[in-house]
C-alpha cells in the first residue's frame, strides 16, 4: 500500500464517522471600554464569523498568523471566554449558553493543551497532584489506585513514574508540555484542543511531542484541533487544515488539497513562504505587502483585500462567504 | 539542586521539596531572622506566662492597682525596674503589657490580612463590576479619618464591649485597604498566567481556582505584608494607647506605660519608667520586620541565600 493510498483510507474511514464538534458562525469581540465610565467605544473581533466541523478522530489543523484570532477560537469553543455570537453545538449539544456548574460538567469531555509549558503548571501543586486534579474535580477515588493511574499515565507520555513527587520547575519545556498532555488525557475527554503545543519548545523536542500526540490520538481514538502557527507542524498533525486571517475563516481543506492546490491568495502566499529543503528546486515567492490591518477597525468587504495581489474592485465592497468550490474544500474569495 | 542527590542515592522515589519546603530552609539559614524569631518567641512566652513570671503577683500590690505607698522607687533588688509614678512594678506591667500589646497586634494583623486577602482576591479574580464596586468601598475605607473614629467608637461603647476588643475591631476594620490594593494587583498579575485558565478547564470552580491556585502563589506577598502589619499595629496600639484613646488606662500595655512619658520630670528625671517599653517595643517591632525581610527573601524563588 503506497502512503496515498494509506491517506485516501484514512480520509475514507474519518468521513464515515459522526460529527463531534459543529461550529456555526462563531463570533468572539473583545470589547473595548472607555472613557469614566468605561463604556464600550468599540469591539476588537477577534473571531468574526467562523464555522466548520469536526469528525470523531479528526484532526483540524488552525493556521495563521499571530493576532488572527485562532487562540481566541480555540478558547471560545473551549467556552473559557463567552462568545459573542454564533454556535457551538458539541456531540449535537449546544453548549454555547451553558454556564456555571452545568459548564463545569460539560468541561470533562473537552481539554485544552496549552501554549506555554512554564506558565501553564502551577509551579505550587506536585505533578502528580496536577494530574490528579482534574479527575479529583469529577470524581470520589480510592488514593492509592489514582496515584498508581498517573503514574501509568505518565509513563505513557513518557516520563519517569518518579516525577509524580516533583514539581515543575524541576523539568524542561518538552517535559512540562508531557506533564500538561497528561492533565489533558486524565479525564479520558472526546476533544481536545491544543493551542499551539509546540510553538515555544525546541525543534529537536518538538518533533518528539507531536509524535507523543499523533500516538496518543491513535490509542485514545482522540480528536484534535490543532492550532499553529508553523505550516509544516500543522502539515504533519492535521487531516484537514483551515486558514484564519483577521478573525475570519479564509480557506478550509485537506490536508493534501490545501499543500497542493491552495486556492485563497493568503494561502498561496502561506505556502510559498515553507522553506524548501531542496534548493535545486526554485520556489516563486509570494510576498505579501503592508501589516495585517486592525481587528478593532477591519476594512470592508473582504478582509483580506488591502493586501491581496489579485484584489479587484468588488472585494472592497463585498464580504466572499466560506463556499465548497471542489469536494471538501471550501475557500472565501470571490476569485471562486 | 536536590534532584541530584535523588539521582545518587536512589532506592525509592523520593519527595522533591516543596516550595514552601525550600523557602523554609532559606529561612532557617537566615541569622538575623532566625535570632529575631528567638527574641519574638521569647517575648511571647513572657507574656503568656505573666502571672507565672511577674515578680508581684495579683492582687498585692495589684498591677492595675495604686499603691501610694511606694511610687516613683528606683531600680532596686525588691523591684528590679522600679515602679511607676501610682507606685506599681515596672517589670511586672512590662509583662502583662506584652499579653496586651501582641494580642492586639496579633488580632488585628490577622482581621486585616483575612478582610484584605478576600476583598483583593475577589475584586481581582472575577474583574468588571465586581472590581469596580469592591474597589471603590476600599478607596473609601483608606480614606476613612481613622483617628476621628477610634475615638468616636470608643466614647461610644466605652462600659459596652470589652475596650480591648473595640480597638481590635475599629483598627482591623479601618486598615485593611492596603492590603486589599496589594493582593489584588498581586491576583491581576498572578492570573495571566495560563495555569489558572488550565485549572478552569480541568472543572475547577472559580472559588476553587480562587483557593488553590491563585492564593498559594500570592501567599507569600501576603505573609510578608502580614509580618510588616503585625509591626505597624503594634505601634499602632502604642500610639493611641499614648494618646489616651487606646487600650483602657487600667489595663497595662506598652502604649500606656509609654503614655506616662507625658510629663517632663517623668521624662527627664525617671527614665526607668518609660524606657523598658520603648526599647521593648522598639526590640519587637525590629525583630518582626527582620522576620519579615527574612520570609520575604526566603519566599523568593530568585534569591540565593
Known sequence: ?336 | MASSTTITQQKKPERSLSPWQIARKKFLRNKLAMASTIFIIIVTVISLLAPFLAPYLSPNPDITKVNIGSMNIQPNGEHILGTDKSGRDVLTRLFYGGRVSLLVGFSATLMVITLGTVVGSIAGFFGGAVDSILMRFTDFVLNFPFLVFVIVLNTVLYGIVDGLWVLIMVIGVLSWGGVARLVRSKVLAEKENEYILAALSIGCSPWKVIRKHLLPNVMSTIIVQGTLIFASMIVVESALSYLGFGVPQTTPSWGNMLSSANEPDVLQGKPWIWMPPALVITLTILSINFIGEGLKDALNPKSLR
Not at chain 1, 54 to 69: A, D, K, M, N, Y
Not at chain 1, 192 to 199: C, F, L, N
Not at chain 1, 259 to 281: F, G, K, V
Request: net charge positive.
Open chain 1, 1 to 336: 500500500m503506497t502512503t496515498r493510498d494509506f491517506i485516501q483510507e484514512r480520509i475514507d474511514s474519518l468521513e464515515s464517522r459522526e460529527v463531534l464538534l459543529d461550529v456555526q458562525n462563531l463570533k468572539t469581540y473583545y470589547p473595548v471600554t472607555g472613557g469614566f465610565f468605561k463604556r464600550v467605544v468599540g469591539n476588537v473581533k477577534a473571531v468574526d464569523d467562523v464555522s466548520f466541523t469536526i469528525r470523531r478522530g479528526e484532526t483540524l489543523g488552525l493556521v495563521g498568523e499571530s493576532g488572527c484570532g485562532k487562540s481566541t477560537t480555540g478558547r471560545t469553543i473551549l467556552r473559557l471566554l463567552k462568545p459573542t455570537g454564533g454556535k457551538i453545538l458539541f456531540e449535537g449539544k449546544d453548549i454555547t449558553k451553558v454556564s456555571g456548574s452545568k459548564l463545569q460538567k460539560a468541561r470533562r469531555d473537552f481539554q485544552m493543551v496549552f501554549q506555554d509549558p512554564y506558565a501553564s503548571l502551577n509551579p505550587m501543586q506536585m505533578v502528580g497532584d496536577i494530574i490528579a486534579e482534574p479527575i479529583l474535580n469529577y470524581e470520589k477515588r480510592n488514593k492509592q489506585e489514582l496515584e498508581q493511574e498517573i503514574k501509568s499515565l505518565l509513563t505513557r507520555v513518557g516520563l519517569p513514574e518518579e516525577a509524580y513527587y516533583k514539581y515543575a520547575h524541576e523539568f524542561s519545556g518538552g517535559q512540562r508540555q508531557r506533564i500538561g498532555i497528561a492533565r489533558a488525557l486524565a479525564l479520558n475527554p472526546k476533544l481536545i484542543v491544543a493551542d499551539e503545543p509546540v510553538s515555544a519548545l525546541d525543534v529537536s523536542v518538538q518533533s518528539q511531542v507531536l509524535n507523543l500526540l499523533k500516538d496518543l490520538q491513535k490509542e485514545f481514538d482522540l480528536t484534535y484541533l490543532f492550532i499553529a502557527h508553523d505550516l509544516s507542524v500543522v502539515k504533519h498533525m492535521s487531516d484537514r487544515i483551515g486558514v484564519m486571517y483577521l478573525g475570519n475563516l479564509v480557506e478550509l481543506a485537506s490536508n493534501r488539497d490545501l499543500y497542493r492546490e491552495p486556492l485563497h491568495p493568503y494561502t498561496q502566499a502561506l505556502i510559498s513562504a515553507i522553506p524548501e529543503p531542496n534548493t535545486a528546486i526554485k520556489k516563486e515567492r509570494i510576498v505579501l505587502q503592508g501589516d495585517v490591518p486592525s481587528p478593532q477597525n477591519p476594512p470592508s468587504g473582504c478582509p483580506f483585500h488591502t493586501r491581496c495581489p489579485m484584489a479587484m474592485d468588488i472585494c472592497s465592497k463585498e464580504k466572499p462567504p466560506l463556499k465548497e468550490v471542489r469536494p471538501g474544500h471550501h475557500v472565501a474569495c470571490l476569485l471562486y
